[in-house]
C-alpha cells in the first residue's frame, strides 16, 4: 500500500525542503497503531521543522506535523481496534517520529488518545495541540484555586493558536478576560471570541518597571515568556497564579521575589508533550463539552499538503491567526 506525504529532506550544504511524495506503507516508522489521517494541525513548531529551524528534527528524510486526528487502520495493540477514531498530540511527533502531514501515520499505541464520541476529527483539530495546551493551562489555574469570581484573567500571544482558544475557552467557561497582543489588526477576532478588553503589548511593556505593580489580574495564561512574563507576574493579585506556557520571546526570567513573597504568586509550568494518559483524556473530555465550534469557525483556515510549505512561512513570520487545518487527501 502506498500513501501521500510532506516529505521533508535536507541537502548535502544544509538546505532544507519540503514535496509531496508517494511512499510505501513499510517507509512509515515502527509502532503499535498505523492512522489514516483525516486532518492535521498547522503550528508554530511545524513551521521550525518544515524550515529545518531550532534542531527540533533529529533525522532526515522526515514527516513533520505535531497533531493529528484520524481512524485506525492496523493495531498490535487492545486498546485499540480497526475503525476506532483516535487524536495525537505530543510525545515528540512530527520532530522526532513522523507525524501528521501525510495521509497516513504508524505511532505508539501510549501516544494516542480515543476521541471523545461528540467529536470529529476536523473538530479535534480545530483545537490540536493548542486547544489541550489551553485546557491544560485552565485546568492547573483552577487546581490551583482560580474561579470565575477570582477576577480578571490575563491571556498573552492571544491572536496566536493557543492564547485564541484560551480566551474562548475562559469565556465559555464564565471568566472575565483580557487580551494582550503585538497584532492590533486582530483585535476585532480577540472581541469575538470573548476577551472584555484588549492590551496592546507595546503599551503593556513601556510602562515603567516596579518590583511590585498594580494588582490587575487574578491570574493569567502566558503564551510568550521573555519580559512579558517577567511584568506580568508583578500585577497578579495575591494568591493568583501564571500559567506559563510559551517561551516566543525568550527563556531568560527577568524578575524578582516580591510577587512570590509578598503576594503569593504562584508560577506553574505547562507542557503539553508528554502528559499523562489521564491527564490527555481528561482535557479532551472537557475540550468535547465547552469548545463552541461556531465562535471560532471564522478563525479556520484549511489548506492541502502542497500548500504548507508557504503557509509554514507565514506563521513563522507572524502573519496567521487562529488555526490552520491541514486535510492531507486535498
Keep these: 500500500m502506498s500513501f501521500r506525504a510532506l516529505l521533508t529532506e535536507k541537502a548535502e550544504d544544509g538546505t532544507v525542503s519540503s514535496a509531496v511524495q508517494t511512499l510505501e506503507d513499510a517507509r512509515l516508522p515502527e509502532g503499535d497503531v498505523t492512522v489514516d489521517i483525516e486532518w492535521a494541525g498547522l503550528n508554530y513548531k511545524d513551521g521550525l521543522c518544515l524550515t529545518g529551524q531550532g534542531g527540533l528534527v533529529r533525522t532526515y528524510p522526515h514527516v513533520a506535523g505535531i497533531d493529528f486526528a484520524g481512524t485506525v487502520r492496523e493495531s498490535d495493540d487492545f486498546r485499540y481496534r480497526v475503525g476506532d477514531q483516535v487524536?495525537?498530540?505530543?510525545?515528540?511527533?512530527?520532530?522526532?517520529?513522523?507525524?501528521?502531514?501525510?495521509?497516513?501515520?504508524?505511532?505508539?499505541?501510549?501516544?494516542?488518545?480515543?476521541?471523545?464520541?461528540?467529536?470529529?476529527?476536523?473538530?479535534?483539530?480545530?483545537?490540536?495541540?493548542?486547544?489541550?495546551?489551553?485546557?491544560?493551562?485552565?485546568?492547573?489555574?483552577?487546581?490551583?484555586?482560580?474561579?470565575?469570581?477570582?477576577g480578571e484573567v490575563l491571556v498573552t500571544g492571544a491572536a496566536g493558536g493557543v492564547g485564541s482558544i484560551a480566551v474562548a475557552l475562559l469565556r465559555r467557561l464564565g471568566y472575565s478576560v483580557t487580551a494582550l497582543s503585538g497584532r492590533p489588526q486582530h483585535a476585532d477576532m480577540l472581541r469575538d471570541l470573548g476577551?472584555?478588553?484588549?492590551?496592546?503589548?507595546?503599551?503593556?511593556?513601556?510602562?515603567?518597571?516596579?518590583?511590585?505593580?498594580?494588582?490587575?489580574?487574578?491570574?493569567?495564561?502566558?503564551?510568550?515568556?521573555?519580559?512579558?512574563?517577567?511584568k506580568l507576574l508583578r500585577q497578579i493579585a495575591y494568591g493568583g497564579a501564571v500559567a506559563s506556557l510559551g517561551n516566543a520571546a525568550g527563556i531568560k526570567l527577568d524578575?524578582?521575589?516580591?510577587?512570590?513573597?509578598?503576594?503569593?504568586?504562584?508560577?506553574?509550568?505547562?507542557?503539553?508533550?508528554?502528559?499523562?494518559?489521564?491527564?490527555?483524556?481528561?482535557?479532551?473530555?472537557?475540550?468535547?463539552?465547552?469548545?463552541?465550534?461556531?465562535?471560532y469557525a471564522g478563525n479556520v483556515e484549511e489548506v492541502g499538503l502542497d500548500a504548507l510549505p508557504e503557509k509554514a512561512a507565514q506563521i513563522l513570520s507572524g502573519e496567521v491567526k487562529g488555526r490552520v487545518l491541514v486535510n492531507p487527501k486535498d
Design 195 to 230: 476577551a472584555a478588553n484588549i492590551i496592546d503589548r507595546n503599551e503593556f511593556m513601556a510602562q515603567p518597571d516596579k518590583p511590585l505593580e498594580t494588582a490587575r489580574f487574578a491570574a493569567a495564561i502566558d503564551c510568550v515568556g521573555g519580559a512579558v512574563l517577567g
Design 255 to 295: 524578575t524578582n521575589v516580591l510577587p512570590f513573597l509578598l503576594r503569593g504568586v504562584n508560577l506553574l509550568g505547562i507542557d503539553s508533550v508528554m502528559q499523562p494518559f489521564d491527564a490527555r483524556t481528561d482535557a479532551w473530555a472537557r475540550l468535547a463539552g465547552l469548545f463552541d465550534f461556531p465562535a
Design 87 to 150: 487524536v495525537l498530540t505530543g510525545w515528540r511527533v512530527g520532530e522526532a517520529h513522523w507525524g501528521g502531514y501525510a495521509e497516513r501515520a504508524r505511532v505508539k499505541a501510549d501516544w494516542l488518545v480515543p476521541l471523545p464520541a461528540s467529536l470529529t476529527a476536523r473538530d479535534a483539530m480545530i483545537m490540536g495541540t493548542a486547544g489541550l495546551t489551553a485546557m491544560l493551562a485552565i485546568n492547573r489555574l483552577e487546581w490551583a484555586g482560580l474561579t470565575p469570581s477570582s
